[in-house]
């Protein structure tokens, strides 16, 4: 059973940045895919990124712009998200998935555990 717990949303104003981090525990770590998903408000899930196994490999959502980065660290089981530039339209809970993979993919549904998310919040 994978255990993951997100932490480092909140507010901020256009234009500043947050990391999140996403802690995980339970298997082998460096075994699964990483990813971070965001739901706004009166819309469905949407991919952010993800991570494979290594680190190697990364995919963005295009949306993005390159203002996000996804890392991790294998040797402290976490994964994190660094968000650049953030606008209004970033305002979401945040979750963290695991994929008991290693390979990284885009699709929420491809994804096993779930984190509870956490809130971010960019006012303008």
């Known amino acids: 059973q994978v255990q993951l717990a997100e932490s480092g949303g909140g507010l901020v104003q256009a234009g500043g940045s947050l990391r999140l981090s996403c802690a995980a525990s339970?298997?082998?770590?460096?075994?699964?895919?990483m990813g971070w998903f965001r739901q706004a408000p009166g819309k469905e899930r949407e991919f952010v990124a993800v991570?494979?196994?290594?680190?190697?490999?990364?995919y963005y959502s295009d949306s993005l712009k390159g203002r996000f980065t996804i890392s991790r660290d294998n040797t402290k089981n976490i994964v994190y998200l660094q968000m650049n530039s953030l606008e209004p339209e970033d305002t979401a809970v945040y979750y963290c998935?695991?994929?008991?993979?290693?390979?990284?993919?885009?699709?929420?549904?491809?994804?096993?555990?779930w984190g509870q998310g956490t809130q971010v919040t960019v006012s303008s």
């Open positions: 991570i494979s196994g290594s680190g190697v490999t990364t």
């Open positions: 998935a695991a994929r008991t993979r290693i390979t990284a993919l885009k699709s929420a549904h491809e994804y096993d555990y």
């Open positions: 339970g298997g082998t770590f460096s075994n699964k895919a």
